[in-house]
């Protein structure tokens, strides 16, 4: 029996965003590790959600979250990786990852693109409990890695406590409980030395 059209066009989807794998990020695995690829970080932070979802500040369906995290970054194949600290790269970060969305998930049929496009576009502009959490985890997953490795990373680029401080703010709306921890751990850093402040 032939493969249907939408069965192709399903398993297109699933080999090109393989591609993922190959996209690094500024962040080390734990242990000073090698840098961490979008699929990784995309996978830990899923179960992440998924573990700590009772520190939402909203009831949510965890499933969606899970899904938001696992395609959130699908993007960066054809847009590169954007470190948070680059003022010059967020810039054009939008357009760039606008034009990506639009031609990794046209591989998919027309009902399936449709739906993970909603669900990028949910997550991008983070009004929905579910959003809001899984931003929560997009900042609270590289700050463990990076606190495990002595703040290495922001050594590397000069971040400061104050732009560290300001990304993570946005975690309040998803976990305060997560947020408070995250003060702790800056203010960990910054005690230690690991993160100058400014």
Same mark, same amino acid.
């Given at each position: 029996?032939?493969?249907?059209?939408?069965?192709?066009?399903?398993?297109?989807?699933?080999? $090109?965003?393989?591609?993922?794998?190959?996209?690094?990020?500024?962040?080390?695995?734990?242990?000073?590790?090698? %840098?961490? %690829?979008?699929?990784?970080?995309?996978?830990?932070?899923?179960?992440?959600?998924?573990?700590?979802?009772?520190?939402?500040? $909203?009831?949510?369906?965890?499933?969606?979250?899970?899904?938001?995290?696992?395609?959130?970054?699908?993007?960066?194949?054809?847009?590169?990786?954007?470190?948070?600290?680059?003022?010059?790269?967020?810039?054009?970060?939008?357009?760039?990852?606008?034009?990506?969305?639009?031609?990794?998930?046209?591989?998919?049929?027309?009902?399936?693109?449709?739906?993970?496009?909603?669900?990028?576009?949910?997550?991008?502009?983070?009004?929905?409990?579910?959003?809001?959490?899984?931003?929560?985890?997009? %900042?609270?997953?590289?700050?463990? +890695?990076? %606190?495990?490795?002595?703040?290495?990373?922001?050594?590397?680029?000069?971040?400061?406590?104050?732009?560290?401080?300001?990304?993570?703010?946005?975690?309040?709306?998803?976990? +305060?409980?997560?947020?408070?921890?995250?003060?702790?751990?800056?203010?960990?850093?910054?005690?230690?030395?690991?993160?100058?402040?400014?």
């Amino acid at each position: 029996m032939l493969m249907s059209d939408r069965l192709n066009k399903q398993l297109d989807f699933a080999l $090109e965003i393989d591609k993922e794998k190959n996209i690094f990020r500024q962040t080390h695995l734990s242990g000073h590790g090698r %840098n961490e %690829n979008d699929a990784e970080h995309a996978w830990h932070m899923a179960v992440m959600a998924y573990l700590l979802k009772e520190y939402s500040n $909203e009831k949510i369906d965890i499933a969606r979250v899970m899904i938001m995290c696992l395609i959130h970054d699908i993007v960066e194949i054809d847009a590169g990786d954007t470190y948070a600290y680059d003022t010059e790269m967020l810039k054009s970060q939008r357009a760039r990852e606008d034009a990506a969305k639009e031609r990794i998930f046209s591989l998919l049929p027309d009902d399936q693109r449709d739906e993970m496009t909603a669900v990028f576009d949910e997550f991008e502009n983070n009004q929905t409990p579910e959003a809001r959490f899984a931003h929560a985890m997009d %900042n609270l997953q590289p700050l463990i +890695l990076n %606190n495990s490795n002595n703040g290495g990373d922001w050594q590397e680029h000069g971040v400061t406590a104050g732009q560290v401080f300001e990304r993570q703010s946005k975690t309040k709306a998803g976990s +305060l409980t997560l947020y408070d921890y995250t003060c702790k751990i800056l203010n960990d850093n910054i005690k230690k030395g690991n993160l100058k402040k400014g």
